[in-house]
């Protein structure tokens, strides 16, 4: 009898252990959503057939688009199984935002600064486009300013001067020009520009396997590029430079070049 149940019992123990998951996901799976996985150190994780880091500890990331509109698959290999999670997105509604009183030239920029603000361009994507073995990513993520106001949210459509343009890929806090501006995260500053076309003073830190934030239209910059930054370091003031009607922070979240929602780790 003793034998039968301790068969039994080993029976159910190898059942269970096939039926757990080989990862675990933080985030909601919605457009615009930074999601951070954990599985077995050593595994391999697959996005999308694209394989992604996994840190030594298990950890690793992803993004969902904004308009994300298909299901996102996860591979994980472990070296004992493979295991597929087949993701439903859920979609979101976005606001409409309107802004007036902008120049022209920087609503539809003159023909002659396009080679320039495709060398901005140019610039931000090699900055995003870091894969480093940093894993601050998994940390909590902290509001670069105090006591500030939203005024601006991920997503919403712009109509610039009373013409559509494309949406805001970021959060805008209200700020008086000058305030300090906090890092959200450990990380490595991989840009460091006082005047881009569009964003103005622009600092870009990377937090590790591709996720990375954007600060911009700043006054000062306290940084320098390949410099190490702490959490809640002054990396720079609030200002008014590149594309602004007024002193304000723009706040940009990314997984490589998917434009994520900020929000989605400052609300976790």
């Known amino acids: 009898m003793k034998k ?3 068969k039994f019992f080993l029976v159910y123990i190898f059942v269970y252990a096939q039926n757990l998951q080989s990862a675990e996901f933080q985030g909601k799976f919605k457009q615009g959503s930074f999601i951070l996985g954990k599985t077995e150190p050593g595994a391999f994780v697959f996005i999308d057939n694209k394989k992604v880091r996994v840190s030594n500890d298990g950890y690793f990331v992803f993004g969902i688009g904004r308009d994300r509109k298909n299901n996102i698959i996860i591979k994980i290999d472990n070296n004992k199984k493979i295991e597929v999670f087949d993701k439903k997105i859920f ?18 920029p003159p023909k002659e600064v396009f080679d320039r603000i495709k060398k901005d361009n140019i610039l931000i994507a ?6 480093s073995s940093l894993n601050f990513f998994k940390d909590k993520f902290i509001q670069p300013i105090d006591k500030a106001i939203i005024t601006g949210v991920y997503g919403s459509q712009r109509i610039l ?4 343009r494309r949406p805001h890929y970021g959060l805008d806090y209200a700020a008086n020009e000058g305030a300090p501006i906090k890092a959200m995260m450990d990380g490595i500053v991989t840009l460091a520009e006082k005047d881009l076309y569009f964003t103005g003073g622009t600092i870009i830190l990377d937090h590790g396997h591709g996720i990375s934030t954007l600060y911009m239209h700043l006054k000062d910059i306290n ?8 959490q809640e370091e002054i990396i720079g003031t609030v200002g008014k430079t590149g594309r602004s009607t007024g002193p304000h922070l723009d706040i940009r979240l990314n997984w490589f070049n998917v434009k994520l929602d900020p929000e989605s780790v400052l609300n976790n």
């Open 4 to 6: 039968l149940i301790f």
């Open 91 to 108: 979609k979101r509604k976005y606001k409409i935002q309107r802004i007036d009183g902008l120049p022209e030239k920087q609503v539809t």
């Open 126 to 131: 090699k900055a995003r486009s870091v894969n």
């Open 161 to 164: 001067n009373g013409k559509p």
């Open 223 to 230: 940084v320098k590029k390949n410099q190490r930054i702490k």
